[in-house]
């Protein structure tokens, strides 16, 4: 069996809600009346010739909704994902259904767009 298939594997049998997000380092936000604001640095060649040409900011401000700016709070290094929404439930009841597919996907995009990295279990900071 090669590396990366047993890699893929030990990932599969991985609960997404028992991964423990934490927001990644040298990343700045503020908050404002509750609500979370993201400094995304738009670097690279690509964004350097916008910049020039097309006077586009060197920083994008994302501002965060309710949700959002509820979930970005929780996030801690120490709980899960289903922690999280455990919170969630108790803050918004209802109003947060289908909880855990959103927030599953919430934490997609947060990976994705290298907002959140996840700590390995056992080695909660």
Not at 12 to 34: C, F, H, M, Q, S
Not at 63 to 87: A, K, M, N, P
Not at 110 to 116: D, M, Q, S
């Amino acid at each position: 069996m090669t590396k990366r298939l047993r890699k893929k594997q030990n990932a599969d049998l991985t609960n997404y809600l028992d991964k423990i997000p934490a927001i990644r380092g040298g990343l700045n936000w503020v908050e404002n009346n509750g609500f979370v604001t993201v400094e995304q640095q738009n670097t690279g060649a690509y964004n350097r010739i916008a910049q020039k040409l097309f006077g586009t900011p060197a920083v994008s401000n994302i501002d965060l909704d309710e949700f959002g700016s509820f979930v970005w709070r929780q996030i801690d290094g120490t709980r899960t994902i289903y922690e999280i929404g455990q919170r969630i439930r108790e803050e918004f009841g209802e109003k947060a259904e289908p909880l855990y597919e959103r927030l599953c996907t919430y934490f997609y995009t947060l990976e994705n767009v290298k907002y959140v990295e996840y700590v390995e279990t056992g080695k909660k900071e």
